[in-house]
Nanobody, 122 residues
Framework: QVQLVESGGGLVQAGGSLRLACAASGRTFSTYAMGWFRQAPGKEREFVGGITQGGTNTYYADSVRGRFTISRDNAANTVYLQMNSLKPEDTAVYYC???????????????WGQGTQVTVSL
């Protein structure tokens, strides 16, 4: 069992930056690939990016590639999402997730955080 708690969301102007963090409980954090998803009102939950267990490989949605960066600290049981050059269309609830085999479909991810709101204003 893994419990995930996100933090760092908030309101930011377009062009600004935010850093989300996701703290995981348990001793098995390093055995899970970690990912970030987001869900805007009226839309399906979408993959933002993911990072493999050791942090060697990262994957991003086309809409955020070059602006967002995922990293992890296995010693601290934490994964981060650095978001730069934010746009109003990035507004959504952002969720942290954990799985064994990394994939872009939300149904493949086993554990989820409660989400944190990110709002980007003009």
């Amino acid at each position: 069992q893994v419990q995930l708690v996100e933090s760092g969301g908030g309101l930011v102007q377009a062009g600004g930056s935010l850093r989300l963090a996701c703290a995981a409980s348990g001793r098995t954090f390093s055995t899970y690939a970690m990912g970030w998803f987001r869900q805007a009102p009226g839309k399906e939950r979408e993959f933002v990016g993911g990072i493999t267990q050791g942090g060697t490989n990262t994957y991003y949605a086309d809409s955020v590639r070059g602006r967002f960066t995922i990293s992890r600290d296995n010693a601290a049981n934490t994964v981060y999402l650095q978001m730069n050059s934010l746009k109003p269309e990035d507004t959504a609830v952002y969720y942290c997730a954990a799985t064994v085999g990394l994939g872009t479909m939300a149904s493949l991810w086993r554990y989820w955080g409660q989400g944190t709101q990110v709002t980007v204003s003009l």
